[in-house]
């Protein structure tokens, strides 16, 4: 089965990361449903600016006042981009919503774009300002280093995605129930096989529920013990086949393998401030 990238269609904890103000719902629906108005306040729509318009085409994730983490295949050089914090619904107006503007883009060193099956698909985007954190606009979590979450582990995919194969992407941010496959259950051969690594995690697999084009870069969202919800996973490709085909669960980059990068490239691009150095923490989980 060949993967294909989710394409587009054309700080800390003590600032609270990964506790909402406005609770996500949590029922365990099977397909995709409309998520509260601002109950995922880390998530952010990643748009590009063509014929004078500016069109969604990834998600992402606010994980500190001045940075956010989405994949590394949502960034193309030759666009213009801009990061929409506080949006639940695209096509409206909505109060405390804001555009950014990216100052540096940071995509991995060992992404390649022709072999997406390799992993490494991370990018990080510094803004060119800092976010106030508001109702609507919160961080997530970052967890802790090389978490693996077991089998069946419930998260919540979340994003602007196409609502079915084919299908047009949504006007509000949807929200579904994907349980995690592990590793083991992942790598089988009649699942993804040797297209999986151990730098991934899959979630989904059942043939209904799966991101879709336009969730690339966006968060695969898991609460931890202490309660907090913690970004996993970073949405990055699906089966040629299809986005909810059965045993090819969507795939998403494992952040847990990341967080020396993360790191790294935040400490790189960070300025000395000691003043508001809070602000350019990135958000860790408990």
């Known amino acids: 089965m060949i993967p294909i990238v989710l394409a587009s269609v054309l700080i800390a904890s003590a600032l609270g990361c990964g506790t909402p103000p406005i609770q996500p719902l949590t029922t365990r629906v099977v ?31 606010l994980i500190a006042a001045n940075w956010v983490m989405t994949a590394a295949h949502c960034i193309n050089t030759k666009f213009n981009y801009r990061v929409f914090v506080g949006k639940h619904n695209l096509v409206e107006e909505e109060a405390g919503s804001k555009a950014i503007v990216p100052e540096k883009i940071v995509v991995h060193e060992k992404w390649n774009p022709i072999f997406v099956a ?47 194969t084919g ?9 579904a129930l994907m349980p995690v496959a592990d590793y083991a259950t992942c790598s089988q051969p009649d699942w993804w096989g040797i297209a999986v690594r151990t730098t991934m995690v899959c979630a989904g697999g059942d043939g ?4 879709c084009n336009g969730d690339s ?3 695969l969202n898991c609460k931890n013990a202490d309660g907090a919800w913690e970004v996993h996973g970073i949405a ?4 040629g086949l299809g986005c909810n085909y059965v045993k090819k669960p969507t795939v998403f980059t494992r952040v847990s393998a990341f967080n020396s990068w993360i790191d790294q490239v935040g400490d790189a691009q960070t300025h000395p401030d000691p003043v508001g150095k809070e602000h350019h ?6």
């Not at 299908?167 to 929200?175: N, R, S, V, Y």
């Not at 209904?208 to 991101?211: D, R």
């Not at 990055?236 to 089966?239: D, I």
């Open 217 to 219: 870069g966006g968060p």
């Open 236 to 239: 990055s490709f699906v089966s």
């Open 167 to 175: 299908g047009p992407i949504a006007d509000k941010l949807q929200q």
């Open 208 to 211: 209904i529920v799966a991101g």
């Open 118 to 164: 390799f992993g490494n698909d991370i990018a990080l985007i510094k803004l060119s300002e800092s976010v106030p954190l508001t109702d609507h606009v919160q961080l997530g979590c970052i967890p802790p280093a090389e978490t693996v979450l077991s089998n069946l582990y419930p998260c919540y995919i979340t994003g602007w995605g196409r609502l079915y």
């Open 31 to 61: 397909n995709g449903v409309d998520a509260k108005p601002h109950s995922w306040p880390w998530q952010i729509s990643l748009q590009y600016e063509r014929d004078g318009e500016w069109r969604h085409t990834c998600g992402g994730s």
């Open 281 to 286: 923490q990135l958000a860790k989980g408990n």
